[in-house]
């Protein structure tokens, strides 16, 4: 189980980094830059000890949809964009295929 939590941290500094990226105003703003930079290296060292037990597949696609939402939320709340129907509907699909994928595939570490 811890290594869901070290997949989670992975994920919420991944999307801190991305929103950091859009803030650093591509790299012109040094502070953001820099934190994006540091949010990039943790996240993917988190990816890299949850990886010892979870299958490279289900981390992953997890990694993928759990960003992708967050960073929509993160778009919303802090770029005010909003996502519109089809947007919302994805998600929803997104977030269906990897509960799936979580609660019932087999996949296993070598």
């Not at 070290?6 to 980094?17: M, S």
């Not at 949010?39 to 037990?53: A, N």
């Not at 802090?78 to 295929?97: E, M, N, R, S």
Request: net charge neutral; proline share 4%; aromatic share 12%.
């Amino acid at each position: 189980m811890l290594n869901y939590l070290f997949l989670f941290l992975a994920i919420v500094l991944e999307t801190a980094g991305t929103t950091l990226l859009k803030m650093s105003d591509q790299f012109t703003k040094v502070l953001p830059s820099i934190f994006s930079l540091v949010c990039y290296v943790g996240s993917l060292y988190l990816l890299s000890l949850c990886l010892r037990t979870v299958p490279i597949g289900i981390a992953y696609a997890t990694w993928s949809a759990l960003g992708i939402a967050l960073i929509t939320i993160s778009g919303i709340f802090f770029f005010k964009q909003t996502p519109d129907l089809p947007a919302v509907i994805g998600l929803v699909l997104i977030a269906i295929g990897v509960a799936v994928l979580n609660l019932f595939s087999k996949m296993d570490v070598h």
